[in-house]
């Protein structure tokens, strides 16, 4: 079969299916499939496609039709120009969560830091933040024995291994060491949204890295509160926050002694990171 025809076919398959993305997504499987970049598939669109090929690519779009991301059929998403290694037991990295590391990384250009990661997942966060700064190093922290098995494999794929270290723990049973800069994406969705969230999400996506309780804010002020501990005097907290929740974050950052020093707004103009330094211990 022609590589122009097969994706033309399986992304109406898509289509048909209401997968919004369905050229996109056909064309992602394929390339994975046949170990090309995306770009060169447009350049090869005459190249016959094995039998072999067609039957795993059928396979992928028959999972895709299911509403599986794309990410946990290839086993991988891109983040900040990296590959990085997904699986059901961690989050698809999103793209607003690079306005975090666009905001720290200015801050703390070529400077030589100690930095923890609470729930931690791929491990895309800290792991982006330390390919930048390049003498820093960090420790990244989950309750998932799974989300950090494989933030462990990300950091040998990227050399970082010498430089981090993963460890299954609860934030409010961790008390090693004082950090520079503490990061967070922590859950920040409402329990009762969480049902309206699309099935792609729903039925893949570990419900234990989204579901922030009652108003989405269970898991923010426990990092808060968790930071009060073990942030250096100085030390920057930057949270990744939802929709709608900057003031009530704000106040209670405030109250508990930080200052806030930045915000960054995401593609739709809400406030999704918030940047605070600690100046008062109690």
């Known amino acids: 079969m022609i590589l122009e025809k097969t994706i033309q076919s399986a992304s109406q398959i898509l289509k048909n299916h209401n997968i919004e993305t369905h050229e996109l997504d056909a064309e992602i499987l394929l390339s994975n499939i046949m170990r090309l970049k995306r770009e060169n598939l447009i350049t090869n669109n005459k190249m016959f496609v094995s039998q072999k090929i067609v039957k795993k ?27 990085f290694i997904v699986n059901t037991s961690t989050l698809i990295p999103r793209p607003e969560t690079e306005l975090l590391i666009y905001k720290v990384i200015r801050i703390y250009k070529n400077k030589t830091i100690n930095i923890l990661d609470i729930g931690t997942g ?35 794929n990227l050399n970082l291994s010498n430089r981090t270290k993963f460890k299954v723990c609860d934030m409010e049973n961790y008390n090693y060491g004082k950090y520079d800069l503490i990061l967070s994406n922590p859950p920040y969705i409402p329990s009762s949204q969480i049902k309206k969230l699309s099935k792609d999400i729903t039925s893949y996506e570990p419900l234990i890295a989204l579901n922030g309780g009652f108003d989405g804010l269970d898991l923010l002020k426990k990092v808060i509160y968790k930071s009060n501990t073990i942030l250096k005097k100085n030390g920057i907290l930057a949270l990744e926050i939802g929709n709608g929740q900057y ?22 103009r809400n406030v999704r990171c918030i940047i605070s330094t600690k100046i008062k211990f109690f």
């Open 57 to 83: 690519f059928h396979n992928a779009i028959e999972r895709r039709i299911q509403r599986e991301p794309v990410a946990y059929i290839v086993g991988k998403k891109e983040f900040w120009s990296k590959d």
């Open 122 to 156: 791929s491990g895309c966060i800290i792991l982006s933040v330390l390919k930048e700064l390049k003498n820093s190093r960090g420790t990244g922290i989950d309750i998932s024995p799974k989300a950090i098995k494989i933030a462990k494999k990300n950091s040998k």
């Open 247 to 268: 003031h009530k974050i704000s106040n209670i950052l405030k109250i508990n002694g930080y200052r806030e020093i930045g915000k960054e707004l995401d593609y739709n």
